[in-house]
């Protein structure tokens, strides 16, 4: 099971990219869906969370600037990027953490689902 992450692409400082993710339908329930990023030569860093209550949060180095959400099934995750910055610039990648049926829901043994990146490149 993997997710697509799409919208990236190069902008120019001060410019605005929106970020979207599809979870496929197999998974039984979401917790939590996320955004993380990777920048050459640096370790993945968490970028934004949104838990299935709708509870945000973000790294401080995007606070105000990036918004993290969901459509109503949950089934999407956007994440709106403004004022971008050079040090913006990243793979960007999706994450996803739920349970695959029942079972796994009642053991508690969630699992995380990622997809294949997207590059966000911000120039000065």
């Not at 339908?25 to 939590?32: A, L, N, V």
């Not at 969370?49 to 993290?68: P, Q």
Request: net charge positive; aromatic share 10%.
């Amino acid at each position: 099971v993997q997710l697509q992450a799409s919208g990236g692409g190069l902008v120019q400082a001060g410019g605005s990219l929106r970020l979207s993710c599809v979870a496929p339908g197999s998974i039984f329930s979401i917790t939590t869906m996320a955004w993380y990023r990777q920048a050459p030569g640096k370790q993945r860093e968490l970028v934004a969370t949104i838990t299935s209550g709708g509870h945000t949060n973000y790294t401080d180095s995007v606070k105000g600037r990036f918004t993290i959400s969901n459509d109503d099934p949950k089934i999407t995750v956007y994440l709106q990027m403004n004022k971008l910055k050079p040090e913006d610039t990243a793979e960007y990648y999706c994450n996803v953490r739920g349970y695959s049926d029942y079972e796994a829901l009642v053991s508690r043994n969630a699992m995380d689902y990622w997809g294949k990146g997207t590059q966000v490149t911000v120039s000065s």
